[in-house]
């Protein structure tokens, strides 16, 4: 099953403009993580963030953590056309053994030229 | 280094019929686990593999099974195939031993089960 929502479902936005998705989750984390992925490939690793962080920076990228309130944010900088893909934020929950990421809903990302 | 492989990328199939999907991962992981992604349940987790042994099993009937050979390479069997099956079946590889490291996604395999 999976771990929260994202939101929005769908965002479009012009480049240039700054895009914020938001991810909730309903467990306790060790560290959650931003994946991309574009027209249904594979996914790529985007940041992650510890759960005694509270916000991590990466290029254009900017994610916060407020583990009180189960919620992240993503926020792409000054959006361009090749940032248009779905974006996922996935969870390691406390507890879990190995690898395993429980993944949001996504959100889809358009950025038009 | 090379990434992740998955073979094949797209794959037709029949109700009944059973299918299997290869991954290899990039040298040196020992990890590989499998997601399985549709439009209406998202990213779900399958099974992990580490050193050969599977450490986690996500919430899919016994018609999903897999395995890791001593080459890290892996693969998943999906047997009795149901139209629901369809999917976009993507695997990762990851270095680390716990959920604290960058997963490597290979591009997926595209099944789809008439």
């Known amino acids: 099953s999976q771990q929260g929502e994202e939101d929005p479902q769908a965002l479009s936005i012009q480049e240039g403009e700054n895009a914020t998705m938001n991810c909730s989750y309903k467990t306790s984390i060790n560290n959650l993580q931003w994946y991309r992925q574009n027209s249904g490939r594979g996914l790529v690793h985007l940041i992650l963030?510890?759960?005694?962080?509270r916000e991590k920076h990466s290029g254009r990228l900017r994610v916060t953590l407020d583990t009180s309130k189960k919620s992240s944010s993503l926020l792409i900088t000054a959006s361009r056309a090749a940032d248009t893909a779905s974006y996922f934020c996935?969870?390691?929950?406390?507890?879990?053994?190995?690898?395993?990421?429980?993944f949001g809903g996504g959100t889809r990302l358009m950025v038009k030229p | 280094k090379a990434g992740v492989t998955q073979t094949p990328r797209y794959l037709i199939k029949t109700r009944g019929q059973q299918v299997t999907l290869s991954c290899s991962p990039i040298?040196?992981?020992?990890?590989v686990s499998w997601y399985q992604q549709t439009p209406g349940q998202g990213l779900q987790f399958l099974f992990e593999y580490f050193s050969e042994t599977q450490r986690n099993k996500g919430n899919f009937p016994g018609r999903f099974s897999g395995r890791q050979f001593s080459n890290s390479r892996s693969e998943m069997n999906v047997s009795t195939l149901e139209l629901g099956d369809s999917a976009l079946y993507l695997c990762?590889?990851?270095?680390?031993?716990?959920?604290?490291?960058?997963?490597?996604f290979g591009p997926g395999t595209r099944l789809t089960v008439l």
């Open positions: 040298s040196g992981h020992r990890s």
């Open positions: 963030i510890r759960s005694n962080e």
């Open positions: 996935a969870t390691d929950e406390i507890g879990n053994a190995g690898n395993m990421l429980t």
């Open positions: 990762a590889s990851v270095t680390g031993t716990s959920g604290a490291n960058e997963q490597f």
